[in-house]
T-cell receptor, first 117, second 120 residues
Framework: AQKITQTQPGMFVQEKEAVTLDCTYD???????LFWYKQPSSGEMIFLIY??????QNATEGRYSLNFQKARKSANLVISASQLGDSAMYFCAMREGLRGSARQLTFGSGTQLTVLP | DTEVTQTPKHLVMGMTNKKSLKCEQH?????MYWYKQKAKKPPELMFV???????INESVPSRFSPECPNSSLLNLHLHALQPEDSALYLC???????????????????FGPGTRLTVL
């Protein structure tokens, strides 16, 4: 079974508008973390935002916010005021439990966002 | 700007060659990771080093050989690769992890820019 599901393979948004990228997850752990990464065509994975399972408030980082709905197991990324430079692949990822002394990330399949001028 | 660097940026090699990928981080992290990523797919974990010891090997073929000489450096030695090994190889680093007082630590993985490997 998929642990991280991103149902939108591709999304388009007009410049300066807001966009929501969907992510649902599946875990039986009480302690877990959720991450969003951006990957432009250059290849580098850029960390955007983190939400811990015990965090009561939604995470925000500049134009990025995470709409965390724990009961629904969703962690959607909201990008406000889209810019042309936001065009990239976006990955949702989860870290759960412990494995050895370093934690493993599980990635979703990604959403390709294109910002239109 | 990323504090995880990778060299080389691009690498083309034949199936009989031996080459190495290098990763360096200056973030004081004690966990380092190698991922393989094919086009339009998410990264796949290959190896994890924690405190310079190999802690996870995701059943990677022996033609890939990782090495962690110190807490800042991570190498991936390549030998007798196949064309299907052509991919983007990403290095990442993080704090090693652990749950403290029931609250998960933010063990964010920070990635380098990657090495684009082509095997002919």
């Amino acid at each position: 079974a998929q642990k991280i599901t991103q149902t939108q393979p591709g999304m388009f948004v007009q410049e300066k508008e807001a966009v929501t990228l969907d992510c649902t997850y599946d875990t039986s752990d009480q302690s877990y973390g959720l991450f969003w990464y951006k990957q432009p065509s250059s290849g580098e994975m850029i960390f955007l935002i983190y939400q811990g399972s015990y965090d009561e408030q939604n995470a925000t980082e500049g134009r990025y916010s995470l709409n965390f709905q724990k009961a629904r197991k969703s962690a959607n990324l909201v990008i406000s005021a889209s810019q042309l430079g936001d065009s990239a692949m976006y990955f949702c990822a989860m870290r759960e439990g412990l494995r050895g002394s370093a934690r493993q990330l599980t990635f979703g399949s990604g959403t390709q966002l294109t910002v239109l001028p | 700007d990323t504090e995880v660097t990778q060299t080389p940026k691009h690498l083309v090699m034949g199936m009989t060659n031996k080459k190495s990928l290098k990763c360096e981080q200056h973030m004081g992290h004690r966990a380092m990771y190698w991922y393989k990523q094919k086009a339009k797919k998410p990264p796949e974990l290959m190896f994890v080093y924690s405190y310079e010891k190999l802690s996870i090997n995701e059943s990677v073929p022996s033609r890939f050989s990782p090495e962690c000489p110190n807490s800042s450096l991570l190498n991936l030695h390549l030998h007798a690769l196949q064309p299907e090994d052509s991919a983007l190889y990403l290095c990442a680093s993080s704090h090693p992890g652990g749950v403290a007082s029931g609250t998960p630590r933010t063990d964010t993985q920070y990635f380098g820019p990657g090495t684009r490997l082509t095997v002919l």
